[in-house]
């Protein structure tokens, strides 16, 4: 079926153009051409700004759901469906440490979601639980555990679309890494002391990027580069980074992104099942989470994920940071697109693109979304 969408702005990836329209044909883009003649298949975009769907590798829940306390293809729909609601149209679903069980279950939930041809779901991101215990953040200090060879199995096997695995580097074996990677699995390094040595010996064998740069990571100081240091320095690794104002300090986030090699920062929400869901509270490992002045919290202060949504991010980026808006669109749209080696088919607009877009107003507001071509009224 084809759909012309008409009267709105278009983000191509790389500009934005005026006087265009998109046609869409059978959940692909086909072109984008001048306005022509009014048809009867057009969708009137009032003059929006259309951009590619935005692609968040850090979802931990949404809609109520924290993906490590109900890990079904239920679940993830509905993570899927509050995140959309803010220009989110690709995801990983990511478990927080935990026991094996749940690990398994995660990756049954998502292998049978994929099945079912759930749009949205993009595969899954394992944070931990082979991490630093001095570095643990809100992860529980009780699931965190050393490598178990059977992991390497759980995630090479297959059917789980894009892969990406949080650990230490300083706390596997070396050549963990390295099998990870061989086997496609982006792996990255987070919840970590690592020293730029052990980051550089990790990148030799295939590290990918760094989770949540900052945090949950020694503070970067003059004769202490650190994992920091080393994160921002090497030209070749991506970096999600929260941009919500609370996470990291938004002049810091400014340096870090002037630092970093153009196209290698990308946005990520670290969301919680407050997005989408408007609640107060939710348990996380047996302890409560509260959500207040926008931050999910232990009671001990503890910063446990975020409130976060994708279409704020964006704002804050430009808002915060200072950043054009295209370059934010990029960073929540082509540069994870690009990290997860599918940017030859998300991440722009153009032809034989997937048809994975948002309809953003003026003030970066959603108000329509498409997966595969078919939209959502938001």
Known sequence: MTKVLTNGRIFTGDEILTGYDLVVVDGCIGEVKPA????????????????????????????????????????????????????????LPTLISDDWATMAAARDAVQGARRQGLPGLLGLHFEGPYLNPEKKGAHDSSRIRPLEQRFLSLVEGGDLGSVIVTLAPEMVPSGTVSRLSKAGVRVCAGHSAATPAQIEAAVGEGLAGFTHLFNAMPAMESRRPGIVGAALANPATWCGIIVDGHH??????????????????????????????GEESFQLSGQTVVVEGGRCVLADGTLAGSNLDMA?????????????????????????????????????????Y???????????NVSRTWIGGEMAIH
């Open 312 to 352: 704020s991010a964006v704002g804050n980026s430009v808002e915060l940071l200072g950043l054009p808006l295209e370059e934010a669109l990029r960073m929540a749209s082509l540069y994870p697109a690009e990290f997860l080696s599918m940017a030859d088919r998300r991440g722009r607009i153009g032809p034989g």
């Open 36 to 91: 022509g003649a009014r048809l009867d298949n057009e969708i009137d975009l009032d003059g929006g700004l259309l951009a590619p769907g935005f692609i968040d590798c850090q979802v931990n829940g949404g809609g109520g759901v924290l993906f490590n306390e109900q890990t079904d293809a239920a679940a993830i729909a509905r993570m899927i469906t509050a995140h959309r609601a803010f220009g989110t149209t690709g995801l």
């Open 354 to 364: 997937c048809a994975d877009l948002v309809l953003l107003d003026d003030d970066l």
């Open 248 to 277: 990291v300090d938004p002049i810091t986030l400014r340096v870090a992104v002037a630092a970093k090699a153009r196209g290698r920062m990308m946005l990520v929400t670290d969301a919680m099942p407050s997005v989408g869901a």
